[in-house]
């Protein structure tokens, strides 16, 4: 019966996941398929492309919840199911396959996101300190460099990172989740693949105020 309990948590959490907020959004308030706009991706940052900054929050707000409520509803469902000890696991499947969801949507021809949003939900469904701090990396690091992919790869790391420090410290006790953020950081990084390689050619994407930065700066060098 365990077997069946996981299984029906990889399915809980993907469709969870599967659910296109920022495809919904854009298509409500611009009447376009985000899928066609920029990267094609349908995360906050593309949504914010498409349709603006309020889009993109709501569609980032939503891709954050959607990993988080993946996991209250398999922790509500499993946690009289399962044994204490395998309840962690069971939660690292549901929000592992949430980011799979969100990422190849069955909703949207298995096209999607990063990952980004429901990695930090499922996260900070774990340990709620964890919402705060990816606002503050997430914000922070594309204030900085304007790029959404490299605080998207902070977070895989960052993710993982944390849960060892306090499993090492002794507020967590299993190392579930560590693994956990082992295997999502894995996962957003696959689908981050094109971006790596355009950070390598010095090509990736800039948004924000990094953007008009570079724009600043090119206008007056070519001036």
Do not use: C
């Not at 969870?16 to 906050?44: E, H, M, N, Y």
């Not at 960052?158 to 002794?170: Q, Y």
């Amino acid at each position: 019966m365990t077997l069946i309990y996981l299984l029906l948590g990889a399915l809980i959490g993907y469709l969870f996941g599967a659910i296109p907020f920022g495809w919904i959004f854009v298509k409500i308030t611009r009447g376009v398929d985000l899928r066609q706009v920029k990267s094609g991706r349908t995360g906050g940052t593309n949504a914010m492309r498409a349709a603006g900054p309020v889009v993109g929050s709501l569609t980032a707000i939503g891709d954050v919840l959607k990993g988080a409520a993946a996991i209250w509803i398999a922790r509500g469902v499993f946690a009289s199911l399962l044994p204490a000890a395998v309840l962690p696991w069971a939660e690292i499947i549901v929000g592992l396959f949430a980011i799979v969801g969100h990422n190849w949507s069955v909703f949207l021809g298995w096209s999607g996101g990063a990952g980004t949003g429901p990695n930090v939900g499922w996260a900070a469904a774990v340990w709620w300190p964890m919402a705060p701090i990816a606002a503050l990396v997430v914000v922070g690091v594309i204030l900085i460099t304007g790029m959404a992919s490299i605080a998207s790869l902070s977070m895989g790391i960052l993710i993982p990172a944390t849960f060892a420090i306090l499993f090492f410290t002794g507020v967590i006790a299993t190392p579930a989740y560590i693994v956990g953020g082992i295997l999502s950081a894995l996962v957003v990084t696959w689908a981050l693949r094109p971006n790596i390689k355009r950070l390598l050619r010095g090509e990736e994407r800039i948004v924000g105020p990094a953007a008009r930065r570079r724009k600043q700066y090119n206008d007056l060098v070519n001036r």
